[in-house]
């Protein structure tokens, strides 16, 4: 029998066996397994001790719970909140969680709206954060790929901007920065930002942080990958100092000047790092 409420903020994942036929299909097949991988990662613990006890004992769906449907509806396509109203009577969903509905998007706005508190958006930061350690805290070296994107909105998103913008000119848009561990592909570091803002502001910060976030980063070997709008002295001086590797794609006519500099040969590696 599915829970009417709570009484705890437990994140149910009740194990559900498969069987291949047509019989009572879905859709989301896949999340069966999927489901079972986010929480043996710790992710649904992390959630909970977090934030546990952020809505009243009665509450039908805890904050962590909530937490982890928004996650569940991005790892299986959904962009927009609005659109979650078509998981909420999902079956396999639903048994999953032993529910027999999961929450309203309108219920999901509202508890997005509770991480306008400052100190609520910086404990979700350091669930990531914790995460990101757990996961590399066997790696012997890292290989940080650092790069930014153009993401084009349409509407009156907060903090939209136009600026350079390949696909759609004109357009509002962010222009975030993404760090990601290259052998475990992990994303260690994302910063949004104004479509209008240039690729190198704020990077070489960027970066120090991104690497802060790995554990035992002094004592392990750190290559930092980037492309041409991370190239600039102060990046260069800070990896000098703290004993990084580097490698960042130069415009073809820098290279000239480059060869002059160092009488090894340069390769010029196109396209992303």
Known sequence: MSRSCHTSATITNRKIPEIFTLRRATCYGGFNALSDFVRAVGVDAALTEAFAGEKAPWATYPLPETLRHLLD??????????????LEQEPLLCAKRDRERLPDYTLLYR???????????????????????????????????????VETVYGTQEG???????????????????????????????????GDTHT??????????????????????????????????????????????YLVWVPENLAGVFRKIWPVPLILARGRP
């Open 73 to 86: 509806g991005y790892l299986l396509g959904v962009e927009r909140v609005w659109h979650f109203a078509d």
């Open 111 to 149: 508890d997005l709206a509770r991480f306008d508190t400052p100190g609520r958006l910086d404990r979700l930061r350091a669930v990531s954060e914790g995460l990101v350690r757990q996961a590399l805290a066997a790696q012997g070296w890292y290989t940080l790929d650092c790069d930014s994107t």
């Open 160 to 194: 939209a901007r136009p600026g350079p913008n390949p696909h759609k000119r004109g357009r509002a848009s962010y222009h975030p920065l993404l760090c990601r561990e290259r052998k475990s592909g992990l994303v260690v570091n994302s910063r949004l930002r104004p």
């Open 200 to 245: 190198g502001t704020d990077a070489v910060a960027f970066v120090r942080q991104s690497v802060a976030r790995l554990p035992h980063a002094r004592r392990r070997s750190v290559l930092i990958r980037a492309d041409r709008g991370f190239d600039a002295d102060a990046l260069y001086a800070t990896c000098e100092a703290r004993g990084w590797h």
